[in-house]
């Protein structure tokens, strides 16, 4: 009798997209000449820069003859573009990271799902709330968690993030091995300062932890002293992992290419305290389940580090904020507070209302469509998500009828 992996049994269904869906059909059943404006998405809008078609077009046109043909690559990646990220994303920061140590995937989503396959059962994981779904769902998957009582999963450490905090959690207070984080986050748009990140490092150095920094909205940071990346932090190299994506920082997300940092430094350890690489478990895992990227899409990836290139995916980022700056202003004159929206694409907005409440109150008073927080975890309720992706004459046309909606 074939059975079932049953921890797939407690995964919770998100009714989150779906809620989301039925409110909004019902609303145009009545409204039925109100155009919805959806700044609920968490997809980027906007084409391709041209510099990536060219080199796309031009590596499709490679695959055409026989002599520039190329079948399977490194699984890791091509030298061309690992060389490329190390340079550009690294170097320039004073992080020392080299192209071997640079695996490029077909996306963050699965590399951050992956990656928890490296350690034991019975690890200690924390987890943010709210969150990007995939990191706790990966772990229940893997029968990591136990019952689900009271909106949350027994056995796993959350880390709440509220306007108290700033949305960046305290340490944990429980000793904890695998440590997710997200900055700028998803969906809050919070950031963290170096200092901040410094006191994860210095924690998870002390514990033998290892953190998982996600850094797929690393492009939209505009303040200088905010750290771009984990391996800005003395030590990180050591204790973390960071995963990124071309797909919201060059409009990637159908084109498919992202990658993860594993330093050679980067340690786990057996039951009996020996020491391994897990840039080593990576590299086997790796090459054992993924066959690389396709040639066209890492020549298209590359080309945003030409200078045409940066200077086009600059412009998309730029248009992205733009937007977000649009609803920020118009967020703060209705007496709104807010979070994120200035080196991100998301706006994290709260008044005095639970998130569906929030929701309802501008799907029908404005007929704009936003996320409501609570679909990220229990410390996402009373907050919203608004979304810097959709065109500009869009967010104006949201901002407006907002602003109508509250007499101004
Ligand atoms: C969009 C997003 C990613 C990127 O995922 P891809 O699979 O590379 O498209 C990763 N992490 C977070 C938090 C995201 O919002």
Redesign the pocket.
């Known amino acids: 009798m074939i059975t079932i992996n049953e921890n797939y049994l407690k995964l919770q269904a998100s009714y989150l997209f779906s809620d989301i869906a039925k409110r909004v059909a019902s609303f145009q059943e009545k409204n039925p000449d109100r155009e919805v404006i959806k700044l609920g998405i ?1 997809d980027v809008t906007r084409a391709l820069p041209k510099a990536c078609i060219d080199a796309f077009h031009k590596a499709v046109d490679e695959m055409a003859v026989d002599a520039s043909f190329r079948g399977y690559g490194p699984e890791q990646g091509y030298a061309f573009l690992r060389e490329a990220i190390a340079k550009n994303d690294f170097h320039a920061r004073g992080a020392n990271i080299s192209a071997d140590e640079i695996f490029v995937s ?5 590399d ?1 799902g992956n990656i928890q396959e490296l350690f034991s059962q019975d690890i200690t994981i924390a987890i943010p709330d709210p969150v ?1 779904p ?1 990191y706790l769902d990966t772990n229940v998957m893997a029968g990591r968690t136990l019952n689900f009582e009271d909106g949350r999963f027994k056995g796993i450490v959350y880390l709440d993030s509220t306007k108290e905090n700033n949305f960046v959690p305290a340490l944990p207070k429980e000793p904890v091995d695998l440590i997710y984080l ?1 900055f700028p986050n ?1 969906p809050t748009g919070s950031t963290i300062t170096k200092e901040e990140l410094k006191t994860w490092v210095d924690y998870a150095r002390a514990n033998k932890a290892l953190i998982l920094f ?1 850094a ?2 690393e492009a939209f940071i505009q303040d200088e002293s905010l750290p771009k990346t984990i391996y800005e932090i003395e030590g990180a190299k050591e204790v973390a992992i960071e ?1 990124r ?4 920082s060059g409009g ?2 159908g084109t ?1 290419c ?1 990658f993860t940092v594993v330093p050679k430094e980067c340690v786990a350890y057996d039951t009996t305290g020996k020491v391994h690489s897990v840039h080593a478990l990576w590299n086997r895992r790796h090459c054992t389940k993924f066959n690389g990227v396709s040639y066209p899409v890492q020549k298209a990836a590359e080309a945003l580090y030409s200078e045409e290139g940066k200077v086009q995916a600059k412009e998309l980022v730029d248009y992205y904020l733009k937007n977000a700056e649009l609803i920020c202003t118009t967020m703060e004159e209705l007496g709104f507070t807010y979070d994120g929206g200035k080196n991100s694409p998301y706006v994290w907005i709260w008044g005095n209302m639970d998130s569906w409440e929030f929701f309802d109150m501008l799907l029908n008073k404005a007929g704009v469509v936003c996320t409501p927080g609570a679909g990220f975890g229990k410390c996402g309720n009373g907050y919203i998500r608004i979304s810097a992706f959709n065109s500009y004459e869009n967010v104006v046309k949201a901002m407006q009828r907002i602003r109508e909606a509250f007499g101004k």
Not at 106 to 110: P, S
Not at 245 to 248: A, E, G, P, R, T
């Open positions: 968490g077909d996306g963050a989503k699965c951050t990007y995939v997200c998803n996600d797929a909205y995963f994506s071309f797909s919201k990637f997300t498919r992202a």
